[in-house]
């Protein structure tokens, strides 16, 4: 019995997974291999109803709360991480445009993304650093007819080179403003001036990450989100429901590693044994095993915390930077388990590579918990 889910998120949750079990799944490694993200399975989730479910209703949604987004998207990381990042965009980026963007402008976006039509990336990181987010140089300026003009780079974007619209962070006050100069945009990628460039990840493959170029890029002033200068104070807030929701995610890889896991060690012998007679063996991947349901927990009251209006920053800040970790090293113990066959290339070490990625992006281990000391000790007592 799990105190944060109740009967209908329980029904959710199995109805999700038997689709990510039937129609995700399977394409798994062959995903990893072509890089190809496959717009006819995202379009079969948003059909269901498994995109952004906490949407409200008005703009397409379900109004299910962030709990219902939550269940599903670890559902669809069990299958497969890579492609649990179109409701982790979506539920991101989803809520900041209903929240902060114009009506008329954002609804048939917001639409296509619930209804699996669009992708949606979000766009700070620049060269010069990723960890201070308001230390931005991309510059954003208006054109005589006020438009906004954009030039520079953003690099290590999550679907950079796939995405349909992009979230652009840009500075259109002075870099000495930090974040009060700082100006959210929504930008159609296909608008002249934008190219991009996919990386060579060690993992995610099917999503893929990469850089945005702008070269006089001109958008216009009825697509910014937020006040001017205040995109980046508004709009950050929305990332402690993506902290919460990436801690599912790579707990959930997780705990399919240690269920297959655990299924091998008892079957396989050694000495007339099975592997899990040897404490060697069992005792780790028990405290593996306790310490994923912990973090678990931990994820699903911070979503139980955002729906009902409390304070949720430490929480989420806590599972952004233990879930990854923890559900690093508990892969890494899986794949050792399996011996060379874990080593060898196939699931195990694929999800290895998939859940390393989130100890770098999205807010690193060591902003989180600078976020969680001035959650506890108060701001001036922990300066940036």
């Avoid at 960890?131 to 520079?152: F, H, K």
């Avoid at 989100?225 to 801690?247: C, N, P, T, W, Y």
């Avoid at 930077?321 to 890494?332: I, M």
């Avoid at 060898?344 to 969680?372: H, N, S, W």
């Amino acid at each position: 019995m799990n105190p944060y889910l109740d009967e209908d998120l329980t029904a959710l949750a199995e109805h999700a997974r038997r689709f990510a079990t039937d129609r995700i799944a399977p394409g798994f490694q062959e995903r990893d291999q072509t890089r190809v993200l496959d717009r006819h399975l995202m379009r079969e989730m948003g059909e269901l109803g498994f995109i952004a479910p906490e949407l409200p209703e008005a703009f397409g949604g379900q109004g299910l709360g962030c709990l219902a987004a939550g269940v599903i998207h670890e559902e669809v990381a069990r299958a497969d991480l890579s492609i649990s990042y179109i409701n982790l965009l979506a539920s991101l980026n989803s809520q900041i445009l209903s929240q902060h963007g114009q009506p008329g402008v954002v609804r048939p976006w917001l639409e296509k993304l619930v209804h699996g039509q669009a992708l949606c990336a979000i766009a700070l990181t620049e060269p010069r650093g990723g960890s201070d987010a308001a230390n931005l140089r991309l510059q954003v300026e208006r054109a005589d007819n006020g438009d906004y003009v954009i030039n520079g780079e953003k690099t290590s974007i999550s679907a950079a080179t796939q995405a349909d619209i992009t979230v652009v962070f840009g500075r259109t006050g002075s870099v000495d403003a930090g974040a009060q100069g700082i100006t959210a945009l929504l930008v159609p990628m296909d608008i002249p001036g934008i190219t991009t460039r996919r990386f060579d990840c060690h993992g995610q493959r099917a999503i893929g990450r990469g850089s945005i170029f702008f070269e006089n890029v001109r958008v216009p002033a009825d697509h910014r989100l937020g006040d001017e200068g205040k995109g980046f104070v508004q709009v950050m807030q929305g990332f402690d429901f993506s902290r919460a929701l990436i801690g599912l995610q790579v707990l959930a890889v997780a705990r399919v590693a240690l269920d297959e896991t655990w299924d091998y060690v008892a079957q396989r012998e050694a000495f007339g044994r099975p592997l899990s007679a040897f404490q060697g063996v069992s005792h780790p991947l028990a405290e593996l095993d306790t310490q994923v349901e912990a973090a678990r927990l931990l994820c699903l009251q911070a979503l139980w915390l955002k729906d009902h209006g409390l304070p949720h920053s430490a929480e989420a800040a806590m599972a952004k930077w233990w879930a990854p970790k923890l559900a690093y090293d508990a892969v890494h113990q899986c794949l050792l388990m399996f011996g060379h066959g874990g080593y060898d290339r196939g699931p195990m070490e694929q999800r290895l590579r998939d859940v390393l990625g989130f100890q770098i992006g999205d807010g690193t281990a060591q902003i989180m918990k600078t976020i969680i000391a001035r959650s506890r000790a108060g701001r001036g007592a922990v300066p940036a």
